[in-house]
């Protein structure tokens, strides 16, 4: 599912169901409504309608409607990663870094990070 853009709304519900699934509709109501303030007819329209894009899949169990993510964490995030470095810097990673430390300085632990991370990238093949 290359093309996923996830809605910051659909974000919510599919942080719910990655912190835990399957999980019923009523589970993922409760914890939406305590966190950003959903309504039940919120949640369940967004459970409805990311189901129908199959972002998430629902299994009837004994009346209950259990809910499980059909795309996993790590593919999400690479994929909005990936458009917000080509939406916002071009697809400059340099530029995105750049940007980033102008408004914030790093710590030690981060620098050390950030050279681990790009010594690693000089070992990974391109796509």
């Not at 409760?30 to 998430?56: A, F, P, Q, V």
């Not at 999400?76 to 300085?105: C, D, I």
């Amino acid at each position: 599912m290359s093309n996923m853009n996830l809605t910051n709304a659909e974000w919510n519900v599919m942080d719910c169901l990655w912190e835990k699934a399957p999980q019923a509709g009523r589970e993922i109501v409760d914890t939406l409504h305590t966190r950003i303030g959903w309504s039940k007819s919120t949640t369940l329209t967004m459970l409805k309608r990311m189901t129908e894009k199959n972002l998430i899949s629902c299994e009837n169990s004994e009346k209950i409607r259990m809910y499980s993510p059909c795309i996993n964490r790590d593919d999400a995030v690479k994929t909005e990663t990936e458009n917000f470095l080509n939406r916002v810097y071009k697809g400059s990673v340099s530029l995105m870094v750049s940007a980033m430390t102008q408004k914030q300085a790093l710590s030690e632990e981060e620098i050390r990070e950030l050279y681990e991370i790009l010594e690693q990238s000089k070992t990974k093949p391109r796509p």
